[in-house]
C-alpha cells in the first residue's frame, strides 16, 4: 500500500484519538480503517449525488409547472412562492431567507452537518432556480398540480434521503412538537392550512384549491420516494408447529428468523403454555404468500404483524436509494 495512503488512513482512525506513529498500527487496524474510510467516502459521494438530483427534480417541478401557473405549495417552499406571487420578489432569494431561520433551528435540533447540508440544498435549489430555465410543459390546471407536486415532491424526498431537506417545515415541526408535546404531523398540517388560507385570500380559493392538490402529490411521492414501494412487515408467529414453520420461512420464503421463548395465557383459568415465538420481516409484496404457507400449516396460527420503517442487515434486500 502506498505509504501517502497509509498516512491519510492513519490520520483518519487517529481523529480525536492520541496519534500513534504509522509503524505502531497493526495491518488488521490499517486494513478495517481504510474498509470504514472506503464506505464513508462511497456514502458522501452518494448522497451528494441524491441531494443534487433532489435540487434539479425540485427545480424542474417548480420552473416547468408551478411558477408560470401561479400554483403554490405547502411548507416554507409554499410561503415562498405565495411572497414572489404577491411582492414580485426574487424567488431564489427567498427561498434561502424564509429557511434561514429553520437551518438556524436544524442546528440546534438536529445537528451541524444537517444544518450545514440543508443549506447547502436550500442554496443549491435557489441557484438553480435563478440561473436554470426549464421549459413550460403545459398549463392544464389539473396536471400543473399533479406533476408540479410530483416532482418538487421527488426533489424534497431525495434530499432527504441525502441527509439535507429543502423545506423547513418539518424542521420546524420537529421543533415545536417537542416543545408543546404534540405530533409532527400534527404540527405540518396546522403550518399548510394557515398557508392556503392565505393562498385562498390573496390569490384565488380556486389556485389555492389546485395548490392543496400539489401539495398532495408532493407529498404522496416523498413518501413513496423516502419508504420505497416494498414496505417491510414484522411478523410475529405463535403456533404448536413452530418449528415446520420456522423451516418453511428459511427454505420457501428465503428469509430469516428469531426465535424467542415464550408463554402463552388465555382462558379464566389462565393456562400457561411454552411456545417458541417466531418473528421473521418481509416485505407487503411477500405478506400474501406467508399467509397463505403459514395456513398450510397451521390455521389457527396467532399471527401480528406490524409496518416496518425500515431494516438494516439480515436477509433483507435493501431498498435502493436507502439514506444513511
Known amino acids: ?139 392544464e390546471k389539473l396536471l400543473v398540480a399533479v406533476f408540479g407536486g410530483f416532482f418538487l415532491g421527488a426533489g424534497i424526498g431525495l434530499s432527504i434521503r441525502g441527509g439535507a431537506v429543502m423545506d423547513g417545515t418539518e424542521v420546524l415541526a420537529i421543533f415545536l412538537s417537542r416543545k408543546i408535546k404534540t405530533s409532527i404531523g400534527d404540527i405540518i398540517i396546522i403550518i399548510n392550512v394557515i398557508v392556503f388560507s392565505f393562498a385562498a385570500y390573496f390569490l384565488t380559493v380556486e389556485t389555492a384549491l389546485y395548490s392543496m392538490i400539489t401539495y398532495l402529490a408532493a407529498s404522496k411521492t416523498l413518501d413513496f420516494v423516502i419508504e420505497g414501494i416494498e414496505e417491510y412487515m414484522g411478523i410475529t408467529i405463535i403456533s404448536v408447529h413452530s418449528e415446520k414453520i420456522k423451516k418453511m420461512i428459511i427454505e420457501v420464503m428465503g428469509r430469516g428468523v428469531t426465535v424467542y421463548r415464550g408463554k402463552s395465557g388465555f382462558g379464566k383459568a389462565g393456562s400457561v403454555k411454552e411456545h417458541d415465538i417466531i418473528y421473521t420481516v418481509v416485505t407487503r409484496l411477500e405478506l400474501s404468500k406467508l399467509s397463505a404457507e403459514i395456513d398450510k400449516i397451521d390455521s389457527d396460527a396467532f399471527v401480528v404483524m406490524n409496518s416496518v420503517k425500515d431494516t438494516k442487515g439480515g436477509m433483507i434486500k435493501k431498498r435502493p436509494l436507502k439514506h444513511d
Open 1 to 139: 500500500m502506498n505509504t501517502l495512503y497509509k498516512r491519510i488512513i492513519v490520520s483518519y482512525i487517529s481523529s480525536g484519538k492520541h496519534r500513534k506513529k504509522l509503524s505502531e498500527y497493526s495491518a488488521y487496524e490499517i486494513a478495517k480503517a481504510q474498509k470504514q474510510l472506503r464506505k464513508n467516502i462511497q456514502r458522501t459521494i452518494k448522497n451528494i449525488f441524491l441531494v443534487v438530483a433532489g435540487i434539479f427534480s425540485a427545480a424542474f417541478g417548480l420552473e416547468s409547472f408551478l411558477l408560470p401557473n401561479n400554483f403554490i405549495d405547502g411548507g416554507a417552499t409554499g410561503v415562498s412562492l405565495l411572497i414572489a406571487e404577491l411582492s414580485g420578489t426574487s424567488l431564489s432569494v427567498l427561498l434561502v431567507a424564509i429557511n434561514i431561520p429553520f437551518v438556524f433551528l436544524g442546528y440546534k435540533t438536529i445537528g451541524k452537518i444537517f444544518a450545514i447540508k440543508t443549506m447547502l440544498a436550500i442554496t443549491g435549489l435557489a441557484v438553480a432556480v435563478a440561473f436554470l430555465h426549464f421549459p413550460e410543459v403545459t398549463h
